[in-house]
C-alpha cells in the first residue's frame, strides 16, 4: 500500500498550498484519509480527516476555517487546501490510511506516506 503526498514547499504569510495524497482506489473506497503534521522538536500532531463512505471530515482548531480537506476518486487522490498560512503552520506535513473507513481524531493508523515541507515564512 502506498500513499504519497506532495505540494509541499515554501510560502508568505497568508499564502496558499495545496497538498495532495494520492493512493489506490481501493484505500481511497474503503479506508479513512488522515493529515497530520509535525514541527521541528514537537510531537506530530492530527490535522484533518475525511472518512471513506460520507465523506464527513474534521480539523483542529487551529486550522478551522483556514484547511479544507476533499477528495478527487477519479484521480485517486485527497487534497488539503490551506489557505491564510501562519508560520505556526511550518511542519511536515503527512498523510496517512485508517481501515475503518470513519474520520476520528486518532493516530493510530494503518498506513502511513511519506512527508512533504510545508514552510510559512517572509
Known amino acids: 500500500v502506498q500513499l504519497q503526498a506532495s505540494g509541499g514547499g515554501l510560502v508568505q504569510p497568508g499564502g496558499s498550498l495545496r497538498l495532495s495524497c494520492a493512493a489506490s482506489?481501493?484505500?481511497?473506497?474503503?479506508?479513512?484519509i488522515g493529515w497530520f503534521r509535525q514541527a521541528p522538536g514537537k510531537e506530530r500532531e492530527w490535522v484533518s480527516c475525511?472518512?471513506?463512505?460520507?465523506?464527513?471530515?474534521d480539523y483542529v482548531d487551529s486550522v478551522k476555517g483556514r484547511f479544507t480537506i476533499s477528495r478527487d476518486n477519479a484521480k485517486n487522490t485527497v487534497y488539503l487546501q490551506m489557505s491564510s498560512l501562519k508560520p505556526e503552520d511550518t511542519a511536515v506535513y503527512y498523510c496517512a490510511a485508517e481501515g475503518s473507513g470513519k474520520c476520528f481524531r486518532q493516530y493510530d493508523m494503518d498506513y502511513w506516506g511519506q512527508g512533504t515541507q510545508v514552510t510559512v515564512s517572509s
Open positions: 475525511i472518512s471513506s463512505d460520507d465523506d464527513s471530515t
Open positions: 482506489r481501493f484505500i481511497l473506497d474503503y479506508y479513512a
